[in-house]
């Protein structure tokens, strides 16, 4: 996944992410602490998918390595989150968090439906379908 290129006067609250389908991505751990959730990430996430989120469809599991303190190698679950499953989420929650989630999520929404957006996006998608044909004539 890719950084998104967002327009400059939107906030920095989450690494938005842009998948290889070209949809963008909120890490499960950064909204849980965005959120200020009180419960383990695990444990609320477990929660959350209950409200009728499918995996594969509205997120993805990663395992992702974290080095410890002490210098050990563990692994932790993350999940990526659409934007709409993201922002469904931060609805749920019913709080000052929640709502500044939901703000900014609308913000991230509405600089990727933007026509610059939406062009480079285009762009984006002409040039690897070149590429494709041309590494195809090459063989």
């Known amino acids: 996944m890719q950084a998104l290129q967002t327009k400059s006067n939107i906030g920095e609250m989450f690494n938005i992410q842009e998948k290889e389908n070209g949809e963008i ?10 959120l200020e959730v009180k419960t383990r990430y695990n444990d609320w996430f477990e ?17 992702q390595k974290r080095v410890t303190a002490q210098g050990n190698a563990i692994n932790y679950l993350d999940h990526a989150l659409t934007l709409d499953t993201a922002k469904e989420i931060a609805m749920i929650q019913r709080s000052e968090p929640g709502k500044r989630a939901r703000q900014y999520f609308i913000q991230i929404e509405k600089a990727w439906n933007s026509p610059e957006m939406i062009m480079q ?12 044909l041309e590494t195809k004539i090459e063989r």
Do not use: P
Request: proline share 0%.
């Open 25 to 34: 991505a909120i890490s499960g751990r950064e909204l849980h602490q965005a």
């Open 47 to 63: 929660r959350m998918i209950n409200y009728g989120f499918e995996e594969n469809i509205d997120y993805t599991a990663l395992t």
């Open 121 to 132: 996006r285009a762009l984006k998608i002409a040039n690897n379908t070149i590429n494709q």
